[in-house]
């Protein structure tokens, strides 16, 4: 049989693209596109707004959207159990930990004091090459159910993974550039994602890494929250992602 | 088919037909895309696009406080706090002019009154144009009586596609008498003349009639300003410097927000026209949200990082 050579391409706005700069890698006889400073320009670019549109929809619905993905990557593989139970896991949580973690706050004053959980905006996650699918998932889950949008650097032999995932969030229908995947290295876009104010957060698999300490030199700029991922217990990674935000509503006279 | 005009209270003049190449013109205008624009060059361009913008609000729902913070952020574009803060290599141009409807105009004025900033007014029953030419006259003297320096007309866009071009013809040129010492600039709605043919014979049209820029589209039609129809635009203004030594202005406008299309633009400009027409006076964006990307630009240019948009003013 002929063969074909295929090139993954990235997922970014909800349409599969290469390299702005062209450049491709080969990794197992495949062709790969390596990101550029500007691919991630252009990504935060469409995250951005997607982030706003995708806290506007209901809760329940970003909940649906997420278990959806939980159903496609099952239809795909049903051996990534651990990936489904992740997707699942956070699908729930989307319209509940407002209702666990938001609060009513005893103050002195006539206020009626409250605080809610808001989304950060664009969170870039940088996968480490160390990790599964599964650990992929749910880091992905946290970030889409406190409402943010995401931006997923996939490095090494997960770059091989960039069409798939892709595939797997178009079909969920999730609204265009809430999920995102470039292929790339980041010590070439590193101070890229660190000083980009669009980024409200950095989240790292990988903190044993001289790199994750690199990042968060460089992101004091704007104060970037750059996130160790790997030993957060579920529920604390989607607090990690959310911005609290107090309200003094003054009652009574 | 050339076409015979007579000037009011003067001869007969031809408007020349031209066939434009549509192929060949749109090939041309995407090769103005593929320049690569770096470093100071880019802060250049980026500057003198700031200093050329049109800053525009055209909305049913524009308030005396909309168009004066607007007004505002057309003086200092960026908060000058801000910009003392982050020592910029050198000072951000405030922009040309801002372009608001006739019952804005008072507005503008008083807020810009200590600037350079010009005030332009769309007049003569924007956006259609499809008013009796009585109150099109009215509009446009009670728009310059309120102060404004510029007046933005349309064409009838219905008279000129079913061929009455006298009457075209005259509206602008009467048009052109009622704004006394303000600036004309006469605007095609590039996207409903249809065809290439149409946009050159209508910039003819229009520049004869005494038009001192030429402009796109309103803004309200899609699609609006594109580098096609501008360079056509461009083409005919070149020509008509050429037979007749007049020089007329180009506003491209709306569907330009970021300012990697402007920088395509004033490689067009500087290629079809010359370094002459890279000046605030003869060439305009006629945009709202393309003055923020073209600060962000500029920002990244000098510090090297993106902003976000919380250090620019909405409107």
Redesign the interface.
Known sequence: MLKVKKTIKMFVGGAFIRSESGRVQEINDVQVCHASKKDV?NA?AKA?PAAQSWWKLTPYLRSQMIYRAAEVVHSRDEKQNSAVNALVHYAGWCDKYQQAFGSVNPVSTPHHNFSTLEPMGVVFLVSSAKKNMAQLFSDMGAILAAGNSVIVLLQGNQKLWANDLGEIFQASDFPAAVVNFLTGDIQELL??VA????IAAIAYQDPADQTFLELKKQSV??LKRVIAVDKKKELDLVLQFCECKTVWHPIGL | MDIRIQVPGGSKITIPYCAVDAVGIEERASSFTKRSIKKESKLEALHLAISMVDLTTLEGMDTEGKVRQMCGKAVHPINMTVERSLNLSRAIPSVAAVCVYPNMVGYAVEALQESAVQVASVASGFPAGLVPLKIKLADVKAAVQMGANEIDMVIDRGAFLSGQYQKVFDEIFAIKQACGKAHLKVILETGELQTYDSIRTASWLAMEAGADFIKTSTGKVSPAATMGSTLVMLQAIDDYYQYNQKMVGMKPAGGIREAKQAIHYLCMVREVLGEKWLDPDWFRFGASALLNDLLRQVLKQETGRYFDQSYFALD
């Open positions: 320009r935060v951005l101070s890229t000083t980009h104010r669009e700029d704007n």
